[in-house]
């Protein structure tokens, strides 16, 4: 298998594409927003809990490739906890991960260290420009859900 | 020496040779050589023969100028060739006249002229058009735009779990209500080819003209639009081998004669005034504005060649490949083919157990085979097999069994990878 293969499905996201966490419709959940791909039909659904400006939950559901689900699903383990301001400069940072080279990444503010460490395996999409929009796609919904909108606009 | 040589009738590496593009590989990274090009992506736009590429640059280095305006000696030069077009495109369809045939930029921009032109004439509130389940959103889209504007019903017939139109459904949605039948000839994704005398034949019975989109069915099968009886017939060049910007809508005179310009500008005119302007009668009628002039001039060097080939030799060297590609794919655990109809096109759209389709085309494509995923600009036949996206090869004139070899090594590699 190619180089470049194993580079965009490592283990991890193959393991994540499999075996999403997260992956419920929380009842107790006062946020939604829907991403959606209109060229794969991928369809996310990303449920939130805010509570005084926190994430005190995150899930989602729907169906994407492994790619998309994978972020997905690692998503809501590194914004779990987080404050609104932190999920939102992960989500910056994140996407600058997925679409620029190193030198171009922009300051988004204080984020979590580890957890752009973790999302490191995500960065393979780089090599593959049209498979960008499934790694951001339910970021952009948990962007979208934060701003208190009920999709993410399609960039 | 007396050696009888008898040519293969189908000689497809000859035919390849034509086809610049395909000797091309693709992924050539630092030190690593490339994967050569498999091409099983035709039903979204097919590859160009050398002679449609030299045919264009020709014209333009020589007998380039705009068309129907200048008396120079260039602008009948290219008039003449632009209309040499047209006639290849009415013999190609075994059109009365050439009078039949409407250029325009694409099969979706000739649906939306019928919708807007006799669509919106002809047509009011609570009459009906019927479709079926497996359009192209060309062939759905143009017809709610007019739904929304003039209150028509939009009725669909159904496919069964082969993906064959259901004619008695067909036949119990024919009501007085019904002004059109709008339908495809072949569909994209599924293959499907439907039985457009029969369906055409209904529709007159009670007196309602039918549409039928050829975008899929024209590549690869003789289509005859007297014999079909079709009033109107849909068809996209850069699916003919043909070069992007050129549509064709053929229709039948009286038809085009009773309807109204769909848009306005110059070339379609007899006299403008600000008192009142007058129309040139059909196809001019149709066809405002500079069109795609060297376009059209390759498009009918596409067609020149399909015909040079032969389209029943071009059709059966497809379907051999349908039918090998089919038997090799379905020894593929967990892989499903979607659209078995009897005679249907050379497509195939399936999807593997446990892997995305999205994955697989990201993972075929670095074994060098292109082909389609997604909803194919298809969602209601989607939704009708209840799956979110498939993957699709296409087969045209240019494939070989080696590819169709090559697609089912790339894709039992993506179920060893996914360990699917
Ligand atoms: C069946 C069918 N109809 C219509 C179209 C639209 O063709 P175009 O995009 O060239 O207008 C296509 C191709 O995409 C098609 O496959």
């Known amino acids: 298998m190619m180089d470049e293969l194993r580079e965009l499905y490592q283990e991890v996201i193959l393991d994540h594409g499999k075996n999403p966490r997260n992956f419920r419709h929380p009842d107790d959940a006062n946020r939604e927003a829907k991403g959606e791909n209109p060229m794969c039909g991928d369809r996310f659904m990303v449920y939130l809990k805010l509570k005084d400006g926190v994430v005190e939950d995150v899930a989602f559901q729907g169906r994407g490739c492994a790619i998309s689900t994978a972020s ?83 960039e | ?146 739904q929304m504007d003039k209150g028509i019903r939009i009725r669909v017939v159904p496919v069964d779990e082969h993906g064959v139109l259901d004619l008695n459904a067909y036949e119990d949605l024919l ?31 009670r007196g309602v003209p039918v549409l039928f989109d050829g975008s899929q069915a024209a590549v690869h099968g003789v289509v005859d639009v007297q014999d079909i009886d079709a009033d109107f017939y849909i068809m996209t060049g850069h699916k003919l081998y043909g070069p992007t910007g050129t549509g064709v809508l053929y ?13 306005g500008g110059g070339d379609m005119i007899e006299s403008v005034s600000f008192e009142g302007t007058t129309f040139k009668a059909p196809p001019a009628r149709f066809e405002a504005g500079t069109p795609a002039i060297t376009e059209v001039i390759g498009l009918g060097v596409a067609l020149d060649y399909m015909e040079k080939l032969g389209r029943e030799a071009i059709a059966a060297h497809e379907h051999d490949l349908l039918q090998y590609s089919t038997q090799q794919l379905s020894q593929i655990d967990g892989l499903r083919v979607y659209g078995t109809a009897p005679g249907k096109g050379p497509i195939i759209s399936f999807t593997l157990e446990g892997v995305h389709p999205h994955d697989l085309g990201t993972i075929v494509d670095q074994y060098g085979v292109a082909v389609r995923v997604g909803r194919h600009c298809a969602e209601p036949l989607m939704e009708r097999f209840g799956v979110g996206a498939t993957a699709r090869a296409s087969f045209a004139l240019y494939n070989t069994r080696a590819e169709a070899d090559a697609l089912v090594e790339s894709v039992i590699a993506v179920k060893e990878f996914f360990g699917a």
């Open chain 2, 175 to 205: 009501s007085d209500r019904t002004k059109l039948v709008a339908m495809t000839h072949c569909s994209n994704v599924l293959g499907t080819v439907t039985p457009a005398k029969i369906i055409a034949r209904m529709a007159h019975e």
């Open chain 2, 251 to 263: 229709g039948k005179y009286d038809l085009l004669k009773k309807m109204p310009p769909y848009q």
């Open chain 2, 1 to 146: 020496m007396d050696t009888q040589i008898t040519l293969p009738t189908f000689d497809v590496e000859r035919v390849r040779a034509d086809f610049p593009i395909l000797s091309r590989t693709v992924h050539e990274r630092k030190g690593k050589p490339g994967k050569p090009l498999v091409y099983l992506d035709s039903a979204a736009s097919a590859q160009k023969p050398r002679q449609v590429i030299d045919a264009m640059t020709r014209f333009l280095e020589e007998d380039y100028s705009n068309i129907h305006r200048g008396v120079h000696f260039l602008s009948q030069t290219a008039t003449d060739q632009f209309e040499e077009a047209r006639r290849k495109v009415a013999r190609f369809l075994n059109a009365p006249s050439e009078r039949n045939i409407v250029f325009t930029r694409s099969a979706t921009e000739a649906v939306n002229l019928v919708a807007h032109s006799y669509g919106r004439t002809f047509l009011s509130e609570g009459d009906e058009i019927i479709v079926s389940v497996m359009e192209h959103h060309a062939n759905i889209v143009p017809w709610q735009l007019l």
């Open chain 1, 72 to 154: 997905a699903s690692m998503m809501t383990e590194v914004i779990k906890g987080k404050t609104e301001a932190e999920a939102k400069a992960l989500f910056e940072t994140f996407h600058d991960l997925c679409t620029k080279d190193d030198h171009d990444h922009g300051d988004h503010g204080p984020v979590d260290e580890d957890a752009m460490e973790r999302l490191m395996v995500l960065s393979g999409v780089r090599q593959f420009p049209v498979r960008v929009k499934c790694a951001t796609l339910a970021w952009h919904a948990m962007n979208a859900a934060i701003e208190g909108e009920d999709k993410a606009s399609s």
